[in-house]
């Protein structure tokens, strides 16, 4: 079936109402008025409708004519974005680029990068996403992500690229009324074993879900992110290990105290991963940027490299 509402005709519609004539339009549109004046009158024959009430001096739109104008309009509109995003893959530029960041990490840097790359590519669209422990790999692996930023320990599998970022310290730390404060550091395993630990649960779908810094023969809560567990523990209703980066404020003002174990948790390496046969120019992009960084653990974020 042909199509009875063509561009053509809604770049006509479009451009008589904004230049308010038919001959304005002709010009704006490098034809003859003759032409304009049969493209909109084939449109009204096609559709059997009058578009424009010429009973006037000046044709105006009927109600149907501006029902028809409105519509086209966001069709004129997704055509233009149509072509853009096609011409966009042509010239290597992602439609859209999917970034996962590990929840041990801070959200602002990476929105800098984003900042930064919107300047010189605002087409791209950016989709981020928060994983945890595995879940990061996860994501990358089933294609959920193109580039994942705080990735823990090795890729499970092969066919990825890494960056080493840095290591990021965990201290135990607890509310500052708990009962643990009291007692002598360091303190003994035996010692907490009588209080729930607070763990973010592994985000993973299909790798084997992993927890870290588990003390066993206790209670657990889970939560769904490390913003979520430094709450809960300011709050008391646990203990456990955080990322040494994210707490600073909480322990400036008093609300967490940190404790030393005699099983210290050790550091914990963190990466920027990406598929190796990607060769997206905004993928391309970021691990350029990326690669210029590392996790700095005085500023607890990630910084250009010194």
């Known amino acids: 079936m042909p199509l009875l509402i063509t561009l053509e005709a809604l770049q006509t519609l479009d451009a008589i109402e904004r230049r308010q004539s038919f001959a304005a339009a002709a010009q704006e549109l490098h034809r003859v008025p ?17 578009l424009f009430d010429r009973s006037r001096r000046k044709a105006e739109l009927t109600p149907i004519g501006r ?7 966001q069709i004129l509109k997704a055509s233009e974005e149509l072509t853009t995003m096609v011409r966009q893959a042509a010239d290597g530029w992602e439609i859209e680029l999917r970034i996962c960041i590990e929840s041990v990490l801070r959200c602002e840097p990476i929105y800098e990068l984003i900042k930064a790359f919107q300047k010189i590519q605002p087409k791209t669209e950016i989709r981020l996403s928060e994983e945890v422990l595995s879940g990061s790999w996860d994501a990358l692996i089933d294609d959920r992500c193109d580039l994942v930023i ?13 960056h080493t970022l840095g290591e990021v310290a965990f ?17 003994p395993t035996s010692a907490i074993q009588d209080y729930p630990t607070v763990i973010v649960a592994d985000s993973s779908q299909r790798l084997a879900t992993r927890s870290l810094g588990l003390l066993d023969g206790r209670s657990r809560i889970y939560v769904p992110s490390i913003e ?18 994210r707490i600073t404020q909480e322990v400036a003002d008093g609300r967490l105290i940190p404790l030393t174990l005699d099983t210290p948790r050790a550091p914990v390496a963190i990466s920027v991963a990406w598929q190796r046969n990607n060769t997206g120019k905004a993928l391309r992009w970021f691990v350029e940027q990326l690669k210029q960084m590392e996790f ?11």
């Open 171 to 187: 201290d135990f730390a607890v509310a500052a009324e708990h009962p643990l404060t009291q007692l002598p550091s360091p303190l």
């Open 228 to 245: 979520q567990k430094i709450q809960a523990q300011c709050q008391g209703l646990g203990v456990g290990y955080l990322p040494r980066h």
């Open 150 to 162: 705080g990735a823990e320990g090795m890729p499970p599998t092969s066919g990825f690229a890494m």
């Open 296 to 306: 700095n653990p005085e500023l607890g974020d990630l910084a250009v490299k010194k």
């Open 34 to 50: 003759s032409a304009v004046s049969y493209t909109i009158n084939k449109l009204e024959e096609d559709l059997g409708v009058a």
């Open 67 to 73: 029902l028809v104008l409105e519509q086209g309009r």
